[in-house]
C-alpha cells in the first residue's frame, strides 16, 4: 500500500546531530574494530589487510582473562549487592525521614569524587604501612591484602556500592509500608514478611543496580591494574596489553568484538528474563 | 541494622579521611605522618603542571557534557514522533552506547578516529592554497576527547530525560494544546520546566564522568594531560601528599556541587509538585 | 697571533650585527659554559625568549617516570617562553604502539636503543637534524653507548642516558646478600614469596629469566623461551607484582626485592640506604635512551629546542643528579660530583658491565615474547 509519506522536518532536524555523533563515534569505531578483527598482525605490529577468521579462532589463547571476568564480574556484582543491600533497606525503611535524605546523599558523596584518589588510597589502606602494619601490632605478622584478589574485590565493592544502594533504595522507598504492616498484623514472621513482600517489591531495583554494576565490571581494567598489582587479570586488562604491549591490533580487535558481544547477549537475556514489564527498561536505565 | 549501616559509612569514609589527613602531612611522603602544614596546597596550587591538567580537564568536561545536552534533550523530545525502523536503530544505539565498556570505546575511537585522520590529511594538503608547512593537520587532543566523551554522555542524558518525559503528566500538554497554545509554547511552558531537573542530573552526571575519566582519555587524549592523566602518573611515580591535597580539593569542590545541584533540583521539581 | 681581545669585540660586533648566532658568539667565546653555570644557579639572569626563531608556547615530550628535574622545565621556559607538555609511559612497546596509532601529538619522545631502529624502519622518526642540537657534540659521547642511535649511517637518535637492569635488594629484609639472576629467582620462589616485583613488559621480565638458564638475554630460541616461560610461571604465584613502576612498593616496605633499573635503584638507595642495587653475575641488560623526534610532531623546532637544552652539559648534569642515570655525554660527566662518579649503582665494575647485552630489535618486537607475557600475566 504506498501512502504519501509526511516528513516529520522538526523531528529529523533536532535528531540528526545525536544521529550524527551515533554515527561518527559508534558506528564507524565497531566497523572499523570488526574490519580489523577479520586482518591480520603487520610484520611489526599493528595491522596488515587481509580476510581470515584467525583472529577469532586464537580466542582460546585468552581463555584465562575471559574466565576471570566470567568469573570475577558476577562474583563482584553478588557481593555489592549483599553489602548494598542491607543498607538501602535501612535507609528506604527504617531510617527517620529527617536523616534520610542526608543519609543517602553521604553513600553517594564518595563516588562524585576522583575514582583514582579513592582507589589510590586503598593502595595505601592494604599496603604495608596500613592494615597489615596495624594488625602486625597487633600481633598477627604477615598479612598480604594488596595485589591479590580480595583488594581487586574491595575496590570493587568501594566503588560500585552507590550504584547499587541507589536503585535498590528507589524501589524499596515507593513500597508501600501498610504492606509491611499488614503482613506482620497476619502473623507472619520477619523472615516471611521480608521473603513474600519485600524481597518481590524490590527485584526491579535489585535487577536494575546489578545490571548496572555488572556492565562495569565486563569492561573493568583500572581497578584490577591499580589494586591487583598486574596479576590479576580481566579482560580490559588483555585488551590494553593486546594494544600497547603486543601491538596484536587484529587479535585486540577479535578480543574487543567478542567482549561486547557477550555483553550485549548477556544484557539482553537478563533484561528479558528480569523486565519484562512494559517501560520498565527506560526506567531501569537511570 | 543500624549498626550494619554505620559499618558501611566507615568502609565508605576510612579512605576519604585518610586521603584528608595525610594532605596535611609536613612530611614529603605520603604514607608517613609527618606534623600538620599546609605546604602540600601550596605545591599544588603553584603547581603549574596541575593547574593546566585541571584547566583542560574542566574545559573538556564543560564542553562536552553541554554538547550532549544539547544534543541528547533534543533527541530524547523528539524519539516519540519517531517510530519505525528508525525508532529501533535509535533506540538501540543509545542501548549499545551506554553499553560498550569505556576500554572499549577509547581503543575503537583511537583506531577510528586515527584512521579517519589519514584519509583526511592528505586531503587538506593536497587542497591547501599556501605553504604545506602551514597546512592545519588534524590529531588527537581537546577534539577527539571531547567527541570520545560527549557519545556516552549524550545516551546518557537521552535516557534520563526520556524516563522523566515518560513520567510526565500528559494532561497537562492535551490541557495547553486545548488552550490554543502553539507545540513551541507548550513545550517551553509546560514540558521543559518538568524535564529541566533531568536535563541538570544528566548534565552534572555527564560532567563528572568527564572530569574523572582516564580510561578513555588515556587512548585519545593525544598528548594532553588531563587532571586524571596527572593523577595516575602521580601514582606510578610514587606519591607526594600533593596528590592527597589535589584529592581532598576535589572532593571538597565535588560536594558544593552536589549540594549547588540538590538545592537547584529541588527547586526544578517545586513547579511539578 | 690572534689578541683576545681584540677577537672578543670581534665576534661581540658580528653577534650585535647578527651575523653570529648568540650560540655560536657564546660558544666561541667560552661564555656558554660560564652562563650555563651561572644560569643553573640563578635562572633569573638568562635572557627570555634567547632561542632563535619561534618554537611556539608549548612543546610536548613523552617520556618515563621520575626522568626529569622538573626545575629544568622551569628554566627552558624562562628562556624560551615555551612550556613542556609532559606524558609518561611505562614501555617502549606503549610509545610504538601510539606512534603506529598515530596523532599523539609528541614532539620529542624517548625510546630506549633495541626500539630506534623499529621506529626508523617504519618511517616513525625522522633523522636528527644535528645542525639543530649543538649541544650533542657525538664526539664527547661515549662510542660504545650511542651505537643504537643511528641506524645505516643516519642519526636518528641523540643520546640521553644510559644504564643497566638489575635488581633492587632491601638488604634490612633479605639477608641472602644475592648476587645472581639464580639467586633471584630462587629466593622470589622461596623465603621471598610475596615479595618480589618484576617489570611489566616482556624484553626485562623474560630476558632476565632466561639468565637463570645462562642463556642468552637476547634469546628467540623456542626451547629456551619455553624454560623462561615455565620459570615465570612456576614465579607468578610468589610475585607481590608484574610492574614497572616499583618504587612506591619498595618505599612502602611492601616489595623487597625486584627487578629494576639504574635510576630508580639510584633514587630508592638515594632515600632508603638499606635499599640496594645489584647487577646479576650471569649478566642482562644495558642500555641507552634517546632522544628521537616523531615524524608527526606538531612542533618539530620545539622539539629540537628542548632536546638541544636538555643535552646541554649543565643542564642535563643537573638532570642527571634528579634521576640518577649515568650520561653517555664526557662533558656532562666533567661537572657531575666526584661521589656521583664514583658511585657502583651509576658506574658499576667493568667485570659487571662486560657481561651485559644490548636488548636487540628483533627481541623486541618477537610475537612469540609477547605472548609468553601475556599468559604470564593471565595465569
Not at chain 3, 1 to 26: N, T, W
Request: glycine share 8%.
Amino acid at each position: 500500500m504506498a501512502r504519501a509519506r509526511k516528513w516529520d522536518w522538526t523531528a529529523i532536524l533536532l535528531m540528526s546531530p545525536s544521529f550524527a555523533i551515533f554515527l561518527a563515534l559508534l558506528v564507524l569505531p565497531i566497523i572499523v574494530v570488526l574490519v580489523l578483527s577479520f586482518g591480520e598482525r603487520a610484520e611489526a605490529g599493528g595491522y596488515e589487510a587481509a580476510f581470515t577468521l584467525a583472529q577469532y579462532a586464537n580466542l582460546p589463547a585468552r581463555w584465562a582473562a575471559f574466565r576471570n571476568t566470567l568469573s570475577l564480574a558476577p562474583t563482584g556484582t553478588i557481593l555489592c549487592l549483599l553489602a548494598a543491600y542491607p543498607l538501602a533497606y535501612f535507609l528506604a525503611v527504617k531510617a527517620s525521614p529527617r536523616s534520610k535524605l542526608l543519609l543517602l546523599i553521604l553513600v553517594i558523596v564518595p563516588f562524585w569524587t576522583s575514582f583514582l584518589i579513592r582507589t589510590y588510597a586503598w593502595i595505601f589502606i592494604l599496603g604495608g604501612k596500613g592494615i597489615p602494619a596495624l594488625l602486625d601490632w597487633v600481633g598477627i605478622p604477615d598479612v598480604r591484602l594488596i595485589n591479590t584478589p580480595f583488594a581487586v574485590l574491595l575496590g570493587i565493592v568501594y566503588a560500585y556500592l552507590p550504584l547499587m544502594v541507589f536503585p535498590i533504595f528507589v524501589s524499596l522507598e515507593k513500597l508501600d509500608k501498610r504492606l509491611l504492616e499488614a503482613s506482620e498484623d497476619l502473623g507472619a514472621s520477619p523472615w516471611a514478611t521480608f521473603r513474600q513482600v519485600t524481597l518481590p517489591l524490590s527485584a526491579p531495583g535489585v535487577a536494575t543496580g546489578c545490571m548496572l554494576v555488572f556492565i562495569l565490571l565486563m569492561g573493568e581494567y583500572l581497578i584490577p591494574a591499580l589494586l591487583g598489582g598486574g596479576k590479576v587479570f580481566f579482560i580490559g586488562n588483555a585488551l590494553v596489553d593486546l594494544f600497547l604491549q603486543s601491538r596484536n591490533w587484529p587479535f585486540g580487535s577479535a578480543v574487543a568484538v567478542s567482549l561486547v558481544a557477550i555483553m550485549l547477549v548477556t544484557v539482553t537475556l537478563y533484561l528479558r528474563l528480569t523486565l519484562n514489564r512494559r517501560g520498565f527498561r527506560d526506567q531501569s536505565m537511570v | 541494622m543500624r549498626l550494619y549501616a554505620f559499618c558501611i559509612y566507615i568502609f565508605l569514609y576510612t579512605p576519604l579521611a585518610i586521603i584528608a589527613l595525610f594532605s596535611f602531612s609536613a612530611g614529603r611522603s605520603a604514607s608517613d605522618f609527618h606534623g600538620f602544614s599546609l605546604q602540600w596546597y601550596e605545591t599544588a596550587a603553584n603547581n603549574r603542571l596541575v593547574k593546566e591538567a585541571l584547566m583542560n580537564s574542566l574545559l573538556v568536561a564543560f564542553t562536552s557534557s553541554a554538547l550532549a545536552t544539547l544534543f541528547g534533550t533534543a533527541a530524547a523530545i523528539m524519539l516519540p514522533r519517531v517510530k519505525g525502523v528508525a525508532r529501533i536503530l535509535f533506540d538501540g544505539l543509545t542501548y549499545v552506547a551506554i553499553m560498550v565498556p569505556g576500554i572499549v570505546i577509547g581503543i575503537s575511537t583511537l583506531i577510528a578516529l586515527v584512521t579517519a585522520f589519514n584519509v583526511i590529511n592528505p586531503q587538506i594538503l593536497a587542497f591547501w592554497p599556501g605553504d604545506p608547512a602551514t597546512a592545519p593537520q588534524l590529531g588527537l587532543g581537546f577534539g577527539s576527547l571531547i567527541c570520545a566523551h560527549s557519545l556516552f554522555a549524550m545516551a546518557l542524558i537521552i535516557v534520563i530525560v526520556r524516563a522523566r518525559l515518560m513520567g510526565m503528566d500528559r494532561s497537562l500538554i492535551e490541557a495547553s494544546m486545548d488552550l490554543y497554545a502553539d507545540p513551541w509554547g507548550t513545550f517551553r511552558q509546560i514540558t521543559f520546566p518538568q524535564i529541566l531537573p533531568g536535563i541538570l542530573a544528566g548534565f552534572l552526571l555527564s560532567f563528572t564522568f568527564s572530569l574523572d575519566d582516564y580510561v578513555i582519555a588515556s587512548f585519545v587524549a593525544g598528548s594532553r594531560v588531563t587532571l586524571p592523566i596527572y593523577v595516575f602518573a602521580s601514582i606510578r611515580r610514587g606519591v607526594t601528599p600533593e596528590i592527597n591535597a589535589i584529592g581532598t580539593a576535589v572532593l571538597v569542590v565535588s560536594l558544593i556541587m552536589l549540594i549547588g545541584s540538590q538545592f537547584l533540583l529541588r527547586r526544578g521539581q517545586k513547579p511539578a509538585t | 697571533m690572534i689578541d683576545p681581545r681584540k677577537e672578543f669585540m670581534a665576534q661581540l660586533r658580528r653577534y650585535q650585527m647578527g651575523s653570529v648566532s648568540r650560540r655560536h658568539f657564546l660558544g666561541v667565546t667560552g661564555l656558554g659554559t660560564a652562563m650555563a653555570v651561572m644560569g643553573a644557579a640563578m635562572p633569573g639572569l638568562l635572557p627570555r625568549k634567547a632561542y632563535a626563531g619561534n618554537i611556539g608556547d608549548k612543546v610536548s615530550l613523552a617520556t618515563w617516570p621520575n626522568y626529569h628535574d622538573p626545575k629544568d622545565f622551569e628554566k627552558f621556559k624562562e628562556l624560551t617562553g615555551a612550556d613542556v607538555e609532559v606524558s609518561v609511559f611505562g614501555s617502549n612497546e606503549e610509545f610504538l604502539a601510539k606512534l603506529q596509532a598515530g596523532g599523539t601529538g609528541w614532539d620529542v619522545f624517548v625510546p630506549t636503543n633495541y626500539t630506534v631502529s623499529t621506529h626508523a624502519d617504519l618511517g616513525l622518526i625522522e633523522p636528527l637534524d644535528l645542525a639543530k642540537i649543538p649541544n650533542y657534540d657525538i664526539a664527547a659521547q661515549d662510542a660504545k653507548l650511542i651505537g643504537e642511535g643511528t641506524v645505516k649511517g643516519t642519526v636518528y637518535g641523540a643520546a640521553k642516558d644510559w644504564g643497566t637492569t638489575g635488581f633492587a635488594v632491601n638488604t634490612a629484609k633479605v639477608k641472602e646478600n644475592p648476587t645472581t639472576w639464580k639467586e633471584f629467582w630462587d629466593l622470589t620462589r622461596g623465603a621471598y614469596s610475596g615479595r618480589v616485583t618484576v617489570h611489566d613488559y616482556q624484553l626485562t621480565t623474560i630476558g632476565n629469566a632466561l639468565k637463570y638458564y645462562g642463556y642468552s638475554f637476547n634469546s628467540n630460541d623456542e626451547k629456551e623461551l619455553a624454560d623462561a616461560e615455565k620459570l615465570l610461571l612456576e614465579a607468578k604465584p610468589h610475585l607481590f607484582a608484574i610492574t614497572s613502576d616499583y618504587q612506591p612498593a619498595f618505599r612502602n616496605g611492601d616489595a623487597w626485592l625486584g627487578i629494576c633499573w639504574t635510576g630508580d635503584g639510584k633514587q630508592l638507595h638515594r632515600d632508603i640506604p638499606e635499599i640496594i642495587y645489584v647487577l646479576g653475575k650471569e649478566g642482562g641488560e644495558v642500555w641507552t635512551d634517546f632522544y628521537a623526534i616523531p615524524k608527526s610532531a606538531p612542533n618539530r623546532e620545539g622539539g629540537y629546542a628542548l632536546v638541544n637544552f636538555l643535552l646541554d652539559p649543565a643542564v642535563n648534569a643537573t638532570e642527571v643528579q634528579f634521576h640518577g642515570q649515568p650520561s653517555t655525554d664526557s662533558r656532562t660527566n666533567k661537572l657531575l660530583p666526584p661521589e656521583m662518579l664514583n658511585d657502583p649503582i651509576m658506574y658499576p665494575a667493568a667485570d659487571l658491565l662486560s657481561a651485559l647485552e644490548f636488548g636487540s630489535a628483533a627481541t623486541f618486537t618477537n610475537p612469540a615474547r609477547a605472548e609468553i607475557l601475556a599468559r604470564f600475566k593471565a595465569a
